[in-house]
């Protein structure tokens, strides 16, 4: 059996222009899974740089809260960073 795998940048890892949500939200919608690659990198997090907050970025708790209102089944969520996140929201949502 085939898999089509389709890919749309719904947003940055923290440019608060949410833009692309659209784009996402419309995939989402004609999907039967949807995968969410998500965390931080090195404009929030480094040996320079120091967070302000433990969770993951406003903008992508944003989308995940917009896809959770479209999508058939569980959002599955990847996070890349290279340190503790507060993944409360994310682990208990519906």
């Known amino acids: 059996k085939l898999i089509d795998i389709e890919f749309v940048n719904g947003c940055k890892i923290k440019d608060p222009d949410g833009s692309g949500f659209s784009a996402a939200i419309e995939l989402a919608r004609s999907v039967d899974i949807v995968i969410l690659f998500g965390g931080l990198d090195q404009s929030i997090e480094g040996e320079s740089v120091d967070r302000t907050s433990i969770t993951v970025p406003d903008i992508q708790l ?9 999508v058939r089944s569980s959002i599955h969520v990847v996070i890349i960073s290279g340190s503790g996140l507060d993944l409360t929201y994310i682990r208990v949502s519906p």
């Open 62 to 70: 944003s989308l995940i809260h917009q896809l959770e209102k479209v």
